[in-house]
């Protein structure tokens, strides 16, 4: 009776649930290729100057401005051919589509701001519609009140041609454009905000005022209620905020300032800005990975809420599935674990750079470089950060 009893009670001792998460083991950088790139996730801190505060601020911002096809699908591209830094700290931010010697004298005290530009057609077009929207933060209504209708005013009086136009849907806005030129742009005051829109179209025959107001006042009418739902940093914090709160830049390779891969720098994204540098035109990725955290460096991270939710996004992003007729196939880096595929980008029949995406856990990672030994090393180098603890 006692053997049946010991048996029995290790029975049930087999059988009982402990509540918890599986925990992966921790992988052993000698056992893949890292070359010399980081394998131990970093702590970023907190900002140290005021530009490293206010690129954050415009991170932060960016989840929350409006993207161009959210008000028109026929904004299907990222302009390339104006490839420039989305983050707005000063006049340089807006590139061409502002010609205004003014901007940093009269925001002088700018948070910070964001900028995008969508194309109704690719680089092989000759000629397309063009849509910008910047958004500044300033401090408060009160300075977004007095700043915006200063740019758009210096911005008129640049060109002796401009003319005044109303927008009928938002009669508090400030607007001009040069009848025989089919653009038009519009500076808007919310509450801190100042929205800058910019409509460019190429393909009319003649300038038509009233579909360049129309396309103005949907991109604004998108637009200014997800600004309501920003949350921007008390000014009290504003001065040393966290750069990486959750700590997913930390897992992040950072950019070889030497070697950068895009112009804005490493950053944290939650939404809409996640989408920089990524083909498509849509935001499907962060409902159906629900994305909590993106990280932006030398290679670009994305942490799912859930495994299932990460692993439904690799099944969308998986390289071997439709691949444009400009990738080619490539072999992982050896000894790779888990769910990857990789590919070399061509052009004229020749490859001119290279990118891994590998799925594990809750993250989906996207790694490029020039060279595949490079590639190999910082993908490895990539692995190893997010499955460390």
Request: charged share 25%.
């Amino acid at each position: 009776m006692l053997a049946c009893l010991a048996v029995a009670l290790a029975a049930a001792g087999c059988t009982t649930s402990v509540p918890g998460h599986a925990v992966r083991q921790e992988t052993d950088p000698s056992s893949l290729e890292v070359g010399n790139y980081q394998t131990r996730p970093r702590v970023v801190g907190n900002a140290k100057t005021d530009k490293q505060s206010r690129i954050r601020e415009s991170q932060r911002l960016s989840d929350y401005v409006a993207l161009p096809f959210e008000a028109d699908r026929d904004y299907a591209y990222e302009c390339s051919n104006d490839i420039r830094p989305h983050i707005v700290t000063n006049h340089k931010g807006l590139g061409d589509i502002l010609i205004n010697d003014t901007f940093d004298e009269v925001a002088h005290d700018l948070r910070g701001g964001w900028v995008d530009t969508w194309c109704t057609g690719s680089d092989s077009d000759d000629k397309h519609r063009k849509l910008s929207i910047a958004v500044l933060e300033l401090p408060d209504a009160g300075r977004a009140a007095a700043v915006g209708p200063t740019l758009e005013h210096d911005d008129f009086t640049y060109n002796i041609d401009n003319r005044p136009v109303t927008l009928p849907k938002y009669p508090d806005s400030k607007a001009h454009w040069r009848p025989n030129v089919a653009s038009i742009g519009s500076w808007t005051a919310h509450d801190r905000y100042v929205v800058f829109v910019k409509v460019v179209d190429e393909l009319a025959a003649t300038p038509d005022l009233a579909d360049l107001t129309r396309r103005t006042e949907q991109m604004l009418k998108v637009a200014l209620p997800l600004l309501d739902r920003f949350a921007p940093t008390p000014a009290d914090r504003f001065e040393h905020m966290p750069l990486d709160p959750d700590g997913i830049l930390g897992r992040t390779l950072p950019t070889n300032p030497e070697e950068p891969m895009r112009p804005d720098p490493d950053g944290v994204y939650t939404g809409r800005g996640a989408l920089q540098s990524l083909d498509g035109d849509d935001l499907d990725f962060l409902t159906l990975g629900d994305i909590d955290l993106v990280g932006y460096g030398d290679a670009l991270v994305f942490h799912s809420r859930t495994g299932t939710a990460a692993r439904a996004l690799w099944d969308k992003w998986d390289p071997s599935r439709d691949k444009p007729d400009n990738h080619q196939s490539i072999a992982p880096p050896p000894s790779f674990p888990g769910d990857i595929g990789c590919f070399a980008i061509l052009e004229n029949g020749k490859a001119v750079s290279n990118q891994c995406t590998f799925h594990v856990d809750r993250y989906n990672v996207q790694v490029a470089a020039f060279n595949v030994l490079e590639l190999y090393q910082k993908t490895a180098a990539q692995y190893v950060l997010v499955t460390s603890r």
